[in-house]
């Protein structure tokens, strides 16, 4: 089981950085094509799901990588969870059923992070 969290955490470490990164350096002119809810949103709450998409990223790697507090992960991964329940509502008000889709599958494989770290393999 831990080489599958290993790679879940990756796979979201690698989503949440490189999303977030754009949330934060892309003009938000950029963003209006990739992403249709930044239109409703002011440039500060972009650039702060930006830094909460960045910090969870890192966070839920990072710790058991390098052996420091690596029960920080599952609290990380319990914020990227409740990021994507936020943005499922948001895709869902915008009818962008695919993007809902993906915040579903992602929120799924932060639960999994939360329980596979903090029940079934501990650090």
Do not use: N
Request: contains cysteine; hydrophobic residues 60%.
């Amino acid at each position: 089981m831990d080489p599958a969290l290993w790679l879940i955490q990756g796979l979201l470490a690698i989503v949440f950085v490189a999303a977030g990164v754009a949330k934060l350096l892309l003009p938000k002119e950029r963003l209006h094509a990739r992403m249709t809810w930044t239109r409703h949103c002011g440039q500060r709450a972009v650039w702060t799901i930006g830094a909460l998409d960045v910090l969870g990223g890192v966070g839920v790697l990072a710790p058991g990588l390098t052996g420091v507090a690596p029960t920080l992960a599952v609290a990380a991964a319990a914020g990227l969870a409740l990021i994507m329940v936020g943005a499922f509502v948001i895709h869902l008000r915008h009818a962008e059923y695919a993007r809902a889709a993906l915040t579903v599958l992602l929120f799924l494989c932060a639960v999994a992070v939360v329980v596979g770290r903090s029940v079934i393999v501990p650090h």
